[in-house]
């Protein structure tokens, strides 16, 4: 069991930046990779970002990459998502996720309760 924690969510207007984070507690991350995915209304999940866990390699989705950055700390058992230049489009609610790779898409293993996240003039 693993619990995750996500916070720093919030509303903001397009071009402004938030940064997110996650925690986790009880168990330690045992997942290929810790990462974010998002869904919005009447939306599925859609990967945003992603990174190994003992390596560090990040992985970015079309929408994410150029504008948000992941990042980790291993002694505190947290990942971030730094977004910048946020968008209208980006208006979600954003999941902190252990994945794993699969052969066309990540796979979902766990999840936290999420953040909203809401990009607006």
């Known amino acids: 069991q693993v619990a995750l924690v996500e916070s720093g969510g919030g509303s903001v207007q397009p071009g402004d930046s938030l940064r997110l984070s996650c925690a986790a507690s009880?168990?330690?991350?045992?997942?290929?990779?810790m990462g974010w995915f998002r869904q919005a209304p009447a939306k599925g999940r859609e990967f945003v970002a992603a990174?190994?866990?003992?390596?560090?390699?990040?992985y970015y989705s079309n929408v994410s990459r150029g504008r948000f950055t992941i990042s980790r700390d291993k002694a505190k058992n947290t990942v971030y998502l730094q977004m910048n230049r946020l968008r209208p489009e980006d208006t979600a609610v954003y999941y902190c996720?252990?994945?794993?790779?699969?052969?066309?898409?990540?796979?979902?293993?766990?999840w936290g309760q999420g953040t909203q996240v809401t990009v607006s003039s």
């Open positions: 009880g168990r330690a991350f045992n997942s290929y990779a």
């Open positions: 990174m190994s866990w003992s390596g560090g390699t990040a």
């Open positions: 996720s252990g994945l794993h790779p699969a052969e066309s898409d990540w796979e979902y293993d766990y």
